[in-house]
């Protein structure tokens, strides 16, 4: 298959055209509700959680992929990794303009890592967010390095030598996925329908990937910056395992570099999420 297929470099750098999203407040709080997120200005609708800057970019994550990914492999991608770079935080009433481009691939063994970048400016051109989204495509290895990939953001195993600064405990509902996907505006039948998933090989519906990463981004705000959104400049993961509804959630964090947390979700004893970065100004 691998000398049959192979990835469209020709499209690397063409951005997708322009998606609009209007940010209203009802719009903020059933996504905080969706995530369990208990800060208040979070749950009123004030001002965006983190994590909901993938909302206004949605339209705009698989198109690149769908230029340069042959459409016989697109059943085989997940999200692999989440890199959000934050310049100032969503808030109600904000028009968004979001567009995104792929910017590179990495073979490996077991697949290949493909990378596309996304912006999410205002109307008058302020930029509010930048986002790298490592797609990986299971069991296709291209042979072949071509274009850039995301930052780097690696956990440094020296960390596991001090102590944690944090640890937080979290629960994941039987109904989460139900609430996360309109929240979200994430249709995507694995999180919603046993049997879809059973067939895609999975134990039953599992979390969606973002809503986990949500999670953890509520928790770093709450133990690291006073709840304050303002003050979170990066969040970045891999996505290494599916959460189950209704399993626990442990957080950890460690101090790695002033203002620089890195951290690792586990559940059941099994890391879902790692190479965990939070940046806090």
């Not at 020709?10 to 903020?28: I, N, Y």
């Not at 934050?86 to 808030?91: L, M, N, V, Y």
């Not at 790692?274 to 940046?279: C, F, Q, T, V, Y």
Request: charged content about 20%; overall charge negative.
């Amino acid at each position: 298959m691998t000398a049959q297929l192979s990835f469209d470099a020709s499209a690397l750098g063409t951005w997708t055209d322009e998606t609009r999203f209007e940010v209203t407040r009802e719009r903020l709080a059933a996504y905080a509700e969706a995530t369990n997120d208990p800060i208040p200005a979070h749950r009123a609708g004030d001002v965006a959680s983190p994590v909901f800057a993938i909302v206004p970019v949605f339209e705009s994550l698989m198109e690149p992929a769908l230029e340069v990914v042959p459409l016989s492999l697109l059943g085989r991608i997940v999200h692999g990794e989440q890199d959000f770079r934050f310049h100032r935080p969503i808030r109600p009433g904000d028009e968004l303009v979001a567009k995104g481009t792929m910017t590179g691939w990495r073979g490996r063994p077991n697949g290949t890592a493909a990378c596309v970048y996304l912006t999410t400016h205002t109307t008058t051109g302020e930029l509010v967010n930048e986002q790298y989204v490592t797609f990986f495509v299971r069991g296709f290895d291209t042979g072949d390095s071509v274009g850039e990939q995301g930052p780097e953001h690696t956990f440094d195993e020296r960390l596991r030598g001090q102590p944690p600064v944090a640890k937080v405990a979290q629960h994941v509902d039987v109904d989460q996925t139900f609430r996360y996907s309109p929240a979200a505006g994430d249709p995507m039948p694995i999180h919603l329908d046993e049997q879809v998933a059973k067939d895609a090989g999975l134990p039953g519906i599992i979390a969606h990937g973002l809503c986990t990463m949500a999670f953890t981004s509520w928790a770093a705000l709450t133990e690291l910056a006073d709840s304050d959104v303002t003050r979170l400049r990066r969040l970045a993961v891999r996505f290494a395992k599916p959460v189950l509804p209704g399993q626990d959630l442990t957080t950890t964090f460690w101090r790695a570099d002033p203002g620089t947390y890195a951290y690792e979700t586990t559940a059941a004893d099994a890391v879902v999420i790692k190479d965990g970065l939070a940046e806090i100004a």
